[in-house]
T-cell receptor
Framework: GAGVSQSPSNKVTEKGKDVELRCDPI?????LYWYRQSLGQGLEFLIY????????KSGLPSDRFSAERTGGSVSTLTIQRTQQEDSAVYLC??????????????FGPGTRLTVL | AQTVTQSQPEMSVQEAETVTLSCTYD???????LFWYKQPPSRQMILVIR??????QNATENRFSVNFQKAAKSFSLKISDSQLGDAAMYFC?????????????FGEGTQLTVNP
């Protein structure tokens, strides 16, 4: 595809359940970022991938959050034992290299997660 | 740590008029990038304009221009000849130029309404 895609677009889950959010970056982009957008916290960084490795995962809010990236492409953000405070829009972005700080980050449309 | 502050939660402008959105930031770094992103109801973050801190000249992109005051750590966005399609949430963002894979640090956002 031409842009970053994310699935599902919306996810409603019950407290305590696990969820997986998927991100397909722009083809050829080696850098991938996850951000969270919530009412109380604004937009916050979660994790950065360069290829399949995550040099910066300092934004993950708790050990219930994990992410992986396979084949240098698709990334999955997993939230275990979801809590109501996890309700937010989860945005994924990719950039060509990540090494150059001039790289533009291209964003996907996000996944809106609602925890009941 | 860097912080970005947008003091105007909401702004409105008449179609064809000019509006200025404010942003201030705090950093101890001398080399960095500043951005304005637009987020329409579709949730997709779109880059509007970018400014490199080492450049004294203010960036412009068609109807969008910035007033970058490095000493004051101020980075405002001016939208000229406002159009209905400009209505969106606007985010100011900071990115370090020091390290690869640098995250974006966002302000709280300003909701812009364009009145016909």
């Amino acid at each position: 595809g031409a842009g970053v895609s994310q699935s599902p677009s919306n996810k409603v889950t019950e407290k305590g359940k696990d969820v997986e959010l998927r991100c397909d970056p722009i083809s050829g982009h080696t850098a991938l970022y996850w951000y969270r957008q919530s009412l109380g916290q604004g937009l916050e960084f979660l994790i950065y991938f360069q290829g399949n490795s995550a040099p910066d995962k300092s934004g993950l809010p708790s050990d219930r959050f994990s992410a992986e990236r396979t084949g240098g492409s698709v990334s999955t953000l997993t939230i275990q034992r979801t809590q109501q405070e996890d309700s937010a829009v989860y945005l994924c972005a990719s950039s060509a290299e990540g090494y150059s700080t001039r790289d533009e980050q291209f964003f996907g449309p996000g996944t809106r997660l609602t925890v009941l | 740590a860097q912080t970005v502050t947008q003091s105007q939660p909401e702004m409105s402008v008449q179609e064809a008029e000019t509006v200025t959105l404010s942003c201030t930031y705090d950093t101890s770094e001398s080399d960095y990038y500043l951005f304005w992103y637009k987020q329409p109801p579709s949730r997709q973050m779109i880059l509007v304009i970018r400014q490199e801190a080492y450049k004294q000249q203010n960036a412009t992109e068609n109807r969008f221009s910035v007033n970058f005051q490095k000493a004051a750590k101020s980075f405002s966005l001016k939208i000229s000849d406002s159009q209905l399609g400009d209505a969106a949430m606007y985010f100011c963002a900071y990115r370090s130029a020091k390290t690869s894979g640098s995250r974006l640090t966002f302000g709280e956002g300003t909701q812009l309404t364009v009145n016909p």
